[in-house]
């Protein structure tokens, strides 16, 4: 993989709104970016996990993916949020699409568009026609930063797992950014099987927990021009 992608394999906390100074801190400048105060105080979210990195190394650092300006800037680019995620509902049906903040958070699972043989990690026929007009979308709405992030069921082996949603958000990573995108847009996160949405005693909820989300924010530049559109 190129080395200007972000790899951070994350065992913590799901796409939530949280708030998490530190992870500020050790986030680097594409990561920081997302983040930007208002005069009245910053509200700081979507804070993935403090604790990066597999099981037992113990080591990286947070991943911060989002923010919540809030006021005029942030229906700003809440607009433009909305904008994008109905064009990903209208071109994708089968991508649940849910609007967080000034956020937009895209899933796909084992029915819904991207789809991997089991236990392989490589994209195939059926998931890249969701991907290409995935990409153009994304192309389209070229001022946002892109977290993709892999999870498996809790059939098989932790380490196994881990491994497995790894290579997964890396492959529709790597094909987005190889078909047109900035690869300097991405961040790459990976959970295994501790985060499922779904209950792992039902084939139909392990299906669904062996899935992709996408999540989508305003990079510096959205920023900067909401706040002249806002006259700030």
């Not at 900035?182 to 139909?204: L, S």
């Amino acid at each position: 993989m190129k080395g200007s992608i972000k790899n951070i394999a994350v065992v913590g906390l799901s796409f939530s709104l949280l708030v998490g100074c530190k992870a500020v801190e050790n986030s680097n400048k594409t990561q920081r970016g997302a983040v930007i105060g208002t005069a009245a105080g910053a509200i700081l979210g979507a804070v993935i996990g403090n604790n990066t990195g597999n099981k037992g190394d113990g080591g990286g650092t947070g991943a911060v993916i989002g923010g919540v300006l809030g006021g005029v800037v942030g229906g700003v680019i809440g607009r433009k949020m909305d904008k994008q995620a109905e064009r990903i509902e209208e071109e994708i049906p089968g991508a649940v699409v849910e609007r967080v903040g000034e956020s937009i958070n895209v899933i796909f699972d084992e029915e819904s568009g991207i789809y991997f043989d089991t236990n392989k990690s490589n994209i195939n026929a059926a998931s890249k026609t969701t991907l290409d007009r995935l990409e153009k979308i994304l192309e389209d709405y070229a001022d946002t930063n892109i977290s993709v992030t892999g999870h498996t069921d809790n059939s098989g082996a932790d380490a196994y797992n881990m491994t497995l949603s790894q290579k997964r958000a890396q492959s529709v990573a790597e094909y987005l950014y190889t078909h047109g995108l900035d690869p300097n847009r991405f961040t790459i996160q990976w959970f295994g099987e501790t985060k499922p949405k779904y209950d792992n005693a039902t084939e139909e909820g392990r299906k669904r927990n062996r899935r992709v989300e996408l999540g989508i924010v305003a990079n510096e530049k959205m920023i900067e021009d909401a706040k002249r559109e806002a006259g700030q």
